[in-house]
């Protein structure tokens, strides 16, 4: 099965008062749509937005694992294990909130700050809570793996007119970030995503330049 999912139809959230942007791809706070839960692991999809100096202030999570691909600016965060840092475009951040973990995400820049976050429920609860970034697993071309989720995220970026394999998984989730990319015959645009379930031997075929695409590899 494969299912396009366009940019236009994610459920638009965020306070655009307070210069919060967010756009979710999966049932999320104030929205819910029972058929569009989850899939597989994935739990949520968000792109967010944040105008200079806007964020989310202190908040919890637990049992989940966050994933934070940055797009464009700088994003700050904090937490209560002590983690403060900034994460910067290509970058990956990673929080297992485990048991429980409270953070703050902000920008804390003078331009815009743009990020994909990916949240997964995790295969056993509790633990305890960890924290990672990544510098330019794009430009590293290595997959990173969320165990704890049995998921693995390829971050792409395929030259123009580059065909790239897609996972054979039991679920594979598209994200485009930028640029555009066809599978099959389907075009795709920054923001749209695919779900696919038990096809093996796809393909993605970049456009242009700039393309800029998140793949999650999934368990059943």
């Known amino acids: 099965m494969i299912s396009v999912h366009r940019a236009e139809d994610r459920y638009l959230g965020g306070d655009r008062a307070a ?72 970058d990956l951040q990673h929080l297992s909130a485990a048991s429980g973990v409270r953070h703050v995400e902000r920008n804390d820049g003078d331009t815009p700050l743009t990020f994909v976050q990916m949240w997964l429920a995790p295969l056993e609860p509790g ?4 924290y990672t970034v990544v510098p330019g697993p794009v430009r590293a071309g290595d997959p990173y793996a969320v165990p704890a989720a049995g998921a693995v995220l390829h971050a792409l970026r395929p030259a123009a007119g580059e065909r790239v394999g897609l996972p054979d998984a039991p679920k594979v989730y598209v994200q485009v970030v930028s640029g555009t990319v ?39």
């Open 182 to 220: 066809r599978l099959g015959g389907e075009e795709l645009g920054p923001g749209d995503s695919v779900r696919i379930s038990g096809e093996p031997g796809l393909s993605l075929l970049a456009d242009g330049p700039a393309t800029e695409v998140l793949v999650w590899e999934l368990p059943a």
């Open 19 to 90: 210069g919060i942007l967010s756009r979710h791809a999966f049932s999320f706070a104030g929205f819910y749509d029972p058929d569009n839960l989850r899939f597989g692991p994935l739990m949520a999809c968000n792109t967010e937005r944040l105008e200079p100096g806007a964020g989310f202030e202190e908040h919890p999570h637990s049992h989940t694992e966050i994933v934070t691909w940055v797009v464009e600016g700088e994003l700050t965060h904090r937490d209560s294990t002590g983690h403060a840092t900034r994460v910067r475009p290509g």
């Open 127 to 130: 633990g305890e809570p960890a």
